[in-house]
């Protein structure tokens, strides 16, 4: 079995180990569940009648859903609010958070720009200076958008002479933006305002007068529930109304399609991206002189991603024909001429391909770390280049001028670190490192292969204190993810290592679902063999008590949205297994999930109840649908937020009820409803570590160690 391990340089700071147990620990009820009653909806699915008695659940505008909520609400924070050492926890997790984070920076024009959080800021802040290393200026600070930090920015980005500033302003975690513009100059807002965005910013037209974005109709009801249909491209002129902006492409055949724009820089060609979901994608082109669109690239059986467009020829990412991805360049005036330029990698997928100083820079995933090469245009390998410690990569793309780029470094232990890279050379020094409030020389991060149900081997970290014994009385906190071609690589995680100081262990199993080893490695996790995650799961966590790191009685289950689906799914397939399961944001209802906002965007990935074959497989792992009533289930802190506009609460409310109904255990089954929140992202420092100090004292109060603070 394959083992690799590496310690991380030394940082300041102070480590206490918990003991592996407390007999006398102060035992925990929770109040009485609220009365939540069981309709009489039935489904039929095929044949298949299928009850649904939370289905007054999913209207999240009733008085009775709002009385609901704060009732399970009250029953949850009266639980946490007993538990000992759950201050000593915020404390603990405010210390970690609060240290300098800071962006690589980019210039734009005459700037270099790049975001600086001061420690606990609940939004970074956008800095602009000279030259990078000299003192900066504030040029937009979110933190003014909004009272308590709620308003987050979301996609950033410049015209192409660097005068123009746009940014997608999201309110309370919610996918809808509106789109806002600064004139670089002057720092201050011009009258552009652009409403009913979603999954897109402004895109800037070559010659800066304007740009592209995609946009839906304002929805009737239902503004974070109701389903998106007929996503439009659309072009704003600056200094118009956005009731004035050009029609560039819709679909009116097609209502669950996503589209983008995509200009090149040379002026002379537009092109659309067109998606039926979340895998799979079709290209059309025309000359920014003429009016209709081609088909360039058909869809939607392989994935397709710009890169760049030179001397017409347009440079694309693909798995067609490479599960690894490669990058290929076709000609838009010669059709049918396609040359491979970066051949797939027999064993690393290709991630990502950035562009700068007239350079291509590969990033590979080898065993779901970061490994860098630069090419010329035509594929010829410049170098490989010598990354100064393993983990994750990010940032090696600028201006074609450019003759420096800087890109971060990131691991388990060690938060991003930045780097300068000289593009000639290929040297790489330090720009700037974080301090922070922990000693990473004494915790080692090691990967293990481990053998799922199948016998397929899949990569896990685990990081943990370096003298720790291995005697299966450790705490553990399992996280994972598995779909939708997202890979998890080394990420730096405040509450994961206060875990890790109080002698717990903190893995991570890139499971099948992801594209860690190319789509192959997603195929194997998707549609018809979604399984395989929650086996790989499963198999994480027996290896884990196989190999004396810890025990079923200390072991918890962690993931989100579709991390939150695998937590629930493997809940109720092995409730023998965990201690505390921690599904947050999760999809859960299996069989309506496509029904709400762009949920029917994830049928590519999962199948659809409204398909007789598809619903035979989705129906049998669909964590709602397979709860079992007098089954005794782990310690459950289900976690969600009202604005979750992605992953609708519902699937966590109706999961809480049913589960709720039918725990035949003595172990808490509670939700955690956030106000003014969303899906995750922009979310305000303050309510991520109110989110962690939650979920960590739930989690330790439920295996039965206790919170020792940090010294004693």
């Known amino acids: ?155 950033i980005s410049f015209s192409k002479d660097g005068r123009y500033f746009a940014y997608a302003a999201a309110a309370s975690g919610s996918d809808w933006v509106e789109i806002r513009v600064m004139d670089t100059a002057t720092k201050e807002l011009t009258g552009d305002r652009i409403e009913w965005v979603k999954f897109s910013g402004a895109v800037w037209a070559p010659d800066s007068k304007g740009f592209y974005y995609s946009a839906y109709d304002a929805p009737k009801t239902g503004t974070y529930s109701s389903q998106n249909q007929f996503q439009k491209v659309f072009y704003h002129a600056l200094g118009t109304p956005q009731s004035a902006d050009r029609l560039i492409y819709e679909d009116k055949a097609h209502p669950l399609r996503y589209f983008s724009a995509w200009p090149s820089q040379d002026g002379r060609w537009l092109f659309i991206v067109g998606s039926e979901g979340t895998s799979g994608s079709e290209i059309l082109v025309r000359k920014v002189s003429e009016r209709s669109f081609r088909t360039l690239l058909p869809g939607f059986a392989y994935d397709y991603r710009l890169i760049d467009c030179q001397d017409d020829n347009l440079y694309f990412m693909t798995n067609e024909g490479a599960s690894n991805y490669a990058l290929k360049r076709i000609s838009l005036t010669k059709p049918g001429q396609v040359a491979t330029v970066i051949p797939e990698h ?17 990033s590979y995933l080898q065993d779901a770390q970061n490994r860098i090469a630069q090419y010329d245009y035509d594929g010829k390998l410049v170098r490989e280049v010598e990354l100064p410690a393993i983990g994750a990569v990010g940032g090696f793309s600028g201006e074609k001028e450019a003759a420096e780029l800087y890109y971060t470094l990131s691991n388990y232990t060690s938060p991003a670190t930045i780097y300068r890279y000289d593009i000639a050379s290929g040297k790489s020094t330090l720009y700037k490192a974080p301090e922070v409030a922990f000693d990473p020389s004494l915790y080692v991060t090691e990967q293990v292969f481990y053998p799922s149900k199948d016998g397929t081997q899949v990569p896990m970290f685990i990081t943990r204190h370096k003298d720790m014994k291995l005697d299966g009385k450790n705490p553990c906190l399992l996280y994972g993810y598995g779909g939708f071609q997202i890979n998890i690589t080394p990420a730096f995680n405040p509450s994961a290592l206060m875990f890790v100081e109080q002698g717990g262990i903190y893995c991570v199993a890139n499971l099948r679902g992801g594209s860690e080893y190319g789509e192959a490695w997603h195929k194997a996790g998707m549609l018809e063999n979604k399984q395989n995650v929650f086996d790989d799961f499963i198999a994480a966590a027996e290896y884990l008590i196989a190999q004396k790191y810890t025990s079923k009685e200390r072991l918890a289950i962690n993931g989100a949205s579709n991390g939150g689906l695998l937590v629930g799914a493997c809940e109720v397939q092995r409730p023998d297994l965990f201690a505390v399961c921690l599904p947050q944001v999760g999809v859960l209802d299996m069989l309506r999930y496509h029904k709400f906002t762009i949920g029917w965007g994830w049928a590519v990935e999962y199948g659809s109840s409204e398909d007789a074959e598809q619903f035979s497989y989705i129906y049998k792992y669909s964590p709602l649908h397979n709860i079992r009533k007098g089954t005794v289930y782990p310690a459950t802190l289900v976690m969600t937020a009202d604005h979750d506009d992605r992953v609708v609460p519902a699937h966590s409310f109706k999961f809480a009820a049913e589960m709720q109904y039918a725990q035949a255990g003595d172990a808490p089954v509670l939700i955690r409803i956030d106000s003014k929140a969303g899906h995750g992202a922009g979310k305000p420092t303050s309510k991520r570590i109110d989110d962690a100090t939650d979920m960590y004292a739930f989690l330790f109060q439920n295996i039965g160690v206790p919170y020792r603070p940090v010294g004693e």
């Open 1 to 155: 079995m394959k083992h690799y391990s590496w310690t991380i340089a030394v940082l300041t700071g102070a480590v206490a180990l918990a003991t592996t147990g407390c007999n006398n620990m102060k035992q925990i009820k929770h109040a009485p569940y609220p009365e939540t009653p069981r309709g009489e909806v039935v489904d039929n699915y095929f044949g298949t009648e299928v009850p649904d008695p939370y289905r007054w659940l999913e209207d999240d505008n009733s008085p009775e859903t709002a009385a609901w909520v704060a009732a399970e609400n009250a029953v949850t924070n009266a639980y946490l609010e007993q538990i000992p050492f759950r201050e000593a926890i915020r404390k603990r997790l405010t210390q970690l958070w609060n240290y300098p984070k800071e962006g690589a920076p980019a210039k734009h024009g005459d700037w270099w720009y790049y975001s600086s959080n001061d420690g606990l800021q609940n939004q970074a802040v956008i800095y602009r200076t000279t030259a990078p290393g000299q003192p900066g200026e504030v040029f937009l600070d979110p933190n003014t958008l909004s009272d308590d930090g709620t308003v987050a920015v979301g996609e």
């Open 346 to 362: 027999r064993k690393n997928l290709l991630e990502g391909v950035g562009k700068a100083g007239g350079y291509l820079f590969a």
